[in-house]
């Protein structure tokens, strides 16, 4: 096992949820989370804020869609024309 330390745990560690880590570059930081209570609180904060502003997003993206009855006016004006 090779304990990378909470400091480079808790660096690193937005960068290795979204997948931007190599596995060797994430192999001692999960091995440390799973080791280490205080680094892996810190890791479901980050999944759970992520999810948060991933919905928060959505929800915006959503929001910001035309209605469907719109779009289908559109593409049936494309058809015809």
């Not at 096992?1 to 949820?17: F, T």
């Amino acid at each position: 096992m090779s304990d990378c330390g909470c400091e480079k745990a808790k660096a690193n560690l937005y960068e290795m949820l979204r997948g931007e880590l190599c596995a060797e570059e994430s192999a001692p930081i999960r091995e440390h989370i799973e080791q280490c209570p205080d680094c892996s609180d810190e890791q479901s904060v980050c999944i759970n804020l992520t999810e948060v502003v991933k919905r928060a997003c959505e929800d915006e993206r959503i929001s910001n869609c035309p209605p469907s009855e719109l779009r289908d006016a559109i593409l049936a004006g494309l058809r015809e024309a």
